[in-house]
């Protein structure tokens, strides 16, 4: 099985890396997947999104990622966020409470976070 290093970045702390086969990311220009092979490519990620990467031991990482960059090359996909979320970390009954909050950007945020926790927005 094909395989590629990722790392999950954000400015405060390194939240994932290690092998995968798939890699999910969503971007100002639409959503994209990497798999191993895949051509060069830099994307800036949009604020409030999702990045989901499937493991080479067959387990998914789910992220929200709020901000920043994806860097592909064919050895490595970078996601470089300004902040980012495991889903195992999200508090859901505080993302609950933030979509209500009247900055659009802290909605997109909470909405995120609820995604990443398999929760409905």
Known sequence: M???S??????????WSGQATFVVAQTTEGEI???PGHEPVLG???????????????????AAVHGGFLSV??????VLAESAEL??????EQARAALNAEDEAERARASARL???????
Do not use: F, W
């Open 44 to 62: 800036q990620l949009v604020e409030g999104g999702i990045v989901k990467i499937e493991t080479t031991d067959g387990e998914t990482v789910h």
């Open 6 to 15: 990722v790392e999950l970045v954000a400015v405060e702390r390194r939240l």
């Open 2 to 4: 094909a395989e590629i």
């Open 73 to 78: 090359t064919h050895e490595r996909v970078s």
């Open 87 to 92: 889903a195992e970390e999200i508090d859901v």
């Open 33 to 35: 997947g990497i798999m």
């Open 115 to 121: 995604r990443a926790a398999g929760q409905p927005a």
